[in-house]
């Protein structure tokens, strides 16, 4: 046996040799690079202008493969090559990829796999499971790319390697082998030749402390390594084509992972690569966003700044920090601890001392290894101010954060997969696959034709019943951006001396808010007076002010180093001055000024929803309070996604953009992130993931792709903070308990929802009612959009729970809510009978005018 193996491997070089020469002329289409298609017939073009050639001619043994192609395409595709296509293979084969095009040198090897589980043909991609291997690493092991899709709530998957330099410097062998009577598939290979990236060996994190790294295994130059996250903190998305060095990474934004404060900063200098970091390292958009504290030192000294990790136990990691302090202009200004899994990775970190420089970029790497003790399985990155160092400012940075998965002493990276949720598991017991795949369509592709059909046709019948609603109104479309002069009456936009400024406003916007001068806003706020702090937002300070004698306003002031800016000040003029809403805050003018932008509203006298569910203000509310805020905001939700000309999405709903006037009356706030879906022709507007970590969709984020029903999963959150009077994460709770949301779905899955229920309810709520309300949260939080109730449903409910509360085993009221569950399940929009039978009040632009509805108050934005 050992002798007929050496001969088949001798016979496996010999072949591959062969095939160099022969295909050797013919690879000249990409030469930084090898991309294949697997399952192609011809040459495509992705989204990023790279060719992907047919992968026929590069496999070199294995008689049993397919060629199939996806049913069905999902929208979050980035493009459709390579995806389309599939290579399916139902014994070992290989595919022997020559090295020659991309350069032949010593240099690592960055390989890309894509896997796109969706429905092909006489394949139920539930029953596909194997492992890939490139020469003698083993990269996946029983490996599902079904399971693992569902678990990251994505419709694709790229694994991403850095290998070690193959011991034959002219190809490099991908391997699948499909597991006993199943299958593997393959839709695209990437090869590049990726430049000294891991220059240095990494500094190993505890190693007074003891690790559980060997310090004498420290090099990585013969370790391959796995991407395992790659984070642009503090900013925004950057795409494969807009990343550095032709490596097409992409750059996540690290919102998913932070826990506790902290703020983002943007450079306003000029920032460039350096002799240590070089163009390939990270692009520049890194190095121009930050993520630091804050500036309360007294806050600062009492927590750290923490991101945390979910990893693979048994391996250990390469942390890559990237730095550049581009405020910080002397040597012990800004110094900071860094730990990992509470080993110390260094002590007193100064970006500015390390760099010599004001604006320059750094980077460095520490090892840590994530032992199997205790069921670990995260990893825990924290930066803490130095207090022994006594900086000027108590303060902590970072830049950007890469993870490495380091391949152990066995060469082996593969992990297993992940764990499937409650409903993963069901679907794939299920007796019937075909009808499991069908009601998984959202992720994998297979209804989107369907779902897009029924999405135009409630479009159509919404267009149609709002145009009705609308007659004799003048146009809702969004008009054209100009520049605007102020009119002789100050009440139009801008000043004709600030036609140099930042902001375009429309006309209809110039025309619907009142222009306030910087002074007029000084003398409401007595000179921006800390007396008059009534809160702080994302956009700034919130001052309570009054203006025209004895009218009391809240007036949003923008700090300059906030992460919001011009765009957001811009958007919620634009929105607000067109929305008249009961249940939707009002805007009364606003300010730009030299380098003043403010906001000003009416004051809410009660603050906001947060405000009393902590007990802030000392008053418990009551479950019919609760449900009546709730109520109000679905209203107001209900409102934008289908009252106005375009569906405008919210994108940050949280407890603290719930406002309350002095009745009690609930109102939607914080328009700076909404988007409108005037561009929505596939269902959904792709945007730079923005929100409230703990309250973001996961799926938007995974896709950043955003729809309506991004809106509903932070509802759902809002729902069961309200239940359970407790923030949306609570990093000092135990791990399983620190994100609402999950711990929630635990509790009402398994029957314990009174371990979340606030105690001054347990004993006042209508079992009911709860069950009703708890039913509604639990559906908005359902892990894909297309599961999700419209908010027209979610608000239905959570009137009917209302009425549970004060009239239970009320006949009329099952009734209405079985009529309302057949309209449903018989296939009708129920939306589409809210618009013209329920809350009609809530949706007619006819019925909403200042006179009815007083320009609500504001306290707390």
Not at 145 to 162: F, N, P, R, W
Not at 289 to 313: C, V, Y
Not at 622 to 634: F, M, N, P, Y
Not at 828 to 851: F, G, P
Request: hydrophobic share 35%.
């Amino acid at each position: 046996m050992f002798l007929m193996a050496i001969t088949f491997k001798i016979y496996k070089v010999v072949f591959a040799i062969c095939l160099i020469f022969a295909f050797i002329a013919s690879n000249e289409a990409n030469k930084n690079g090898l991309y294949v298609g697997c399952g192609s017939s011809e040459d495509e073009i992705d989204a990023d202008g790279r060719t992907w050639e047919p992968d026929l001619k590069y496999i070199s043994y294995g008689d049993k493969s397919m060629v199939a192609t996806a049913e069905k395409q999902d929208p979050s595709l980035p493009s459709p090559t390579p995806f389309t296509n599939a290579r399916i293979v139902t014994s070992e084969t290989s595919y022997i990829l020559p090295l020659g095009q991309i350069g032949n040198s010593t240099k690592r090897i960055l390989l890309r796999l894509y896997f796109y589980p969706s429905l092909y043909p006489n394949f139920d991609v539930f029953d596909s499971f194997f492992s890939v291997t490139s020469g003698d690493f083993t990269l996946l092991s029983n490996f599902s790319a079904v399971i693992t899709a569902e678990a990251l709530s994505q419709s694709y998957i790229i694994k991403e390697y850095m290998l070690a330099s193959p011991l034959d410097q002219s190809l490099i062998v991908v391997t699948l082998m499909p597991a006993e009577k199943s299958f593997a598939f393959i839709n695209g290979i990437e090869v590049l030749q990726a430049p000294e990236v891991f220059d240095k060996d990494p500094i190993l994190a505890g190693s007074d402390s003891g690790s559980g790294v060997d310090s004498s295994a420290l090099t990585v130059a013969n370790k391959s390594m796995q991407t395992m996250y790659r984070l642009n903190v503090g900013g925004s998305f950057i795409s494969p084509s807009n990343d550095s060095g032709n490596l097409l990474r992409s750059w996540y934004n690290d919102s998913p992972y932070v826990v506790g404060q902290g703020i983002t900063s943007h450079a306003n200098m000029t920032i460039g690569y350096n002799r240590d970091v070089a163009s390939f390292i990270a692009p520049l958009d890194v190095y121009k966003s930050s993520r630091s504290m804050g500036p309360d030192p007294n806050i600062n000294k009492q927590f750290n700044l923490t991101w945390i990790f979910e990893a693979e136990p048994s391996f250990a990691y390469i942390v890559r920090f990237h730095w550049c302090d581009f405020v910080a202009d002397k040597i012990n200004q800004r110094v900071f601890n860094i730990y990992i899994n509470n080993h110390t990775a260094q002590d007193v970190a100064d970006v500015y001392a390390w760099t010599n420089g004001k604006g320059v970029p750094m980077k460095k790497d520490y090892m840590i290894f994530v032992n199997d003790k205790n069921g670990n399985n995260e990893l825990r990155i924290e930066l803490q101010p130095s207090i022994s160092s006594n900086p000027q400012w108590f303060d902590s940075l970072l830049n950007g954060l890469e993870i490495f998965k380091i391949s152990d002493s066995k060469r082996n990276l593969a992990g297993p997969n992940p764990s499937k949720s409650i409903m993963m598991a069901k679907k794939i017991d299920d007796e019937k696959r075909s009808a499991a795949i069908k009601s998984t369509a959202a992720y994998i592709g297979g209804g989107v034709a369907v779902f897009g059909l029924a999405a135009v046709a409630v479009l159509v019948v919404y267009n149609r019943e709002k145009k009705v609603l609308r007659e004799g109104k003048s146009s809702w479309l969004l008009p054209i951006y100009g520049r605007i002069s102020r009119s002789s009456t100050g009440k139009s936009s801008l000043s004709a001396k600030k036609s140099q400024g930042s902001i375009h406003l429309s006309l209809d916007a110039a025309s619907n808010c009142r222009y306030f001068s910087l002074s007029e806003i000084k003398q409401a706020t007595k000179n921006f007076s800390e007396s008059r702090v009534i809160g702080v937002g994302g956009f700034g300070k919130v001052y309570k002010g009054k203006i025209d004698g004895n009218t009391t306003v809240a007036i949003k002031r923008s700090n300059p180093s906030s992460e919001q800016g011009v765009n957001e000040f811009q958007t919620e003029i634009e929105m607000l001055s067109k929305l008249r809403h009961k249940h939707l805050v009002s805007l009364i003018g606003f300010c730009e000024e030299g380098n003043e932008m403010a906001l000003v509203y009416d004051y809410m006298g009660l603050g906001t929803f947060r405000e009393h569910l902590y007990k802030e203000n000392k008053q418990t509310l009551s479950w019919k309070q609760r449900l009546e805020i709730c109520i109000g905001a679905a209203r107001g939700l209900h409102y934008l996604h289908t009252g106005a000309q375009y569906m405008i999405i919210h994108r940050d709903v949280k407890t603290t953009n719930i406002l309350l006037d002095d009745n009690m009356v609930a109102k939607v706030s914080d328009f700076g992130l909404s988007k409108t879906g005037s561009d929505m022709n596939e269902g959904h507007v792709s945007t730079v993931v923005k929100g409230s970590f703990g309250y973001l969709d996961p799926e938007y984020f995974r896709r950043q792709q955003l729809t309506e029903k991004s809106d509903v999963y932070s509802f759902g959150v809002v729902l069961f903070e309200s239940l359970s009077a407790r923030p949306a994460l609570n990093s000092k709770l135990p791990k399983e308990q620190v994100s609402l949301s999950d711990y929630a779905l635990h509790c009402q899955r398994n029957g314990c929802l009174e371990d979340i229920t606030d105690p001054e309810l347990k004993g006042k709520i209508n079992t009911e009612s709860l069950n009703k309300y708890a039913e509604t949260a639990e559906k908005c939080l359902a892990k894909h959009g297309v599961d999700r109730p419209s908010m027209g449903d979610v608000l239905w409910n959570l009137e009917c729970a209302l009425q549970l509360q004060e009239h239970p085993n009320s006949p009329k009221l099952y009734q209405q809510e079985k009529e309302h569950e057949d309209e449903k399940t018989s296939g009708e929009s129920s939306d589409q009978k809210d618009l013209l039978a329920m809350h009609r009040n809530t949706l007619s632009l006819e019925s909403l005018d200042d006179d009815d509805f007083p320009l609500p108050a504001y306290k707390g934005l």
